[in-house]
């Protein structure tokens, strides 16, 4: 029988080194196999993950309720810092920092100039490009051009000012017809009530059991005193003061918060 060279060849390879050395040379191409089919698994599975959080990523916009839902477009919203600010009763003391509490109480001309200075930043002045980037179109200003926009909070405070003027009509006149100041009140109640429902504040809210002539108290007391985290109210008023139509008094006495 004819032997090939390449047989040969084989036969004096394997002649030449020792079973130890066959083994560990057995062992090293084991060893570079699982390495390449670790890497074949590695990359299908990499793959896999990539698909994976494509979709849920996609998803994650879609499905109600998600941590990752898109945030709407506000031109304000790079303003947007936290901070964590302690809570007065509001019962018309001095806070613990100072301040003189003037949003509250019987009705008088410094708590109406405190929230008419709320009110100045209500309305605004966004360019162009930033009218293009609303979920809703805005309608354009013909005086120095530009579009007209105003930050919800705004609305919000009127309607809180409208039902503080509202348990009071012995000091305020309302000129609107029985039936349109009903709708009025009916809207800014849902309003409002939408608006905490939406930032659904998670502050833990605390109870004391307070003594009464050395006696427990039986009902515990809410601790409304507490810190919350809130953003930065300033950054976001200033914005909107900088911004406020009322600066041109060409546009000033055509504004009205409904």
Known sequence: ??????????????????????????KGMQQRQRS???????LVLGALLAVTVFFL????????GSKAVRDVY??????????????????GKNTSDGRRIVYGGRANEQIDAAWDDLY???????????ARQLDEPTAPLHVGGGHIMS?????????????????????????????????HLAHCVNDLRQALQC??????????????????????????????????????NNWARERSLMNDPNLANDLLIV
Not at 160 to 183: G, I, S, V, W
């Open 120 to 130: 100045f930043g209500a309305y605004v002045r966004i360019t162009d490009e930033e």
């Open 199 to 236: 930032a659904a504040d998670i502050t833990p809210l605390t109870f004391t059991r307070t003594t009464l002539n050395g006696r427990v108290a039986y009902d515990p007391s809410p601790h409304f005193e507490m810190r919350r985290t809130c953003r930065n109210w300033d950054k976001i």
């Open 74 to 91: 506000s031109p304000a919203a790079d303003l947007v810092e936290y901070q964590l600010v302690r809570f007065d009763k509001g019962y």
């Open 151 to 183: 930050l919800d909070v705004y609305h919000q405070l009127h309607c809180l000012n409208f039902l503080r003027m509202a348990l009071q009509p012995d000091y305020y006149e309302f000129h609107q017809p029985a039936d349109d100041f009903e709708k």
């Open 36 to 42: 390449t089919t670790c890497r074949v698994i590695r």
């Open 57 to 64: 990523g996609r998803l994650s916009v879609l499905v109600p």
């Open 1 to 26: 029988m004819a032997i090939h060279d390449d047989d040969m060849e084989t036969k004096g390879f394997l002649n030449s080194i020792s079973l130890d050395e066959l083994q560990e040379l057995r």
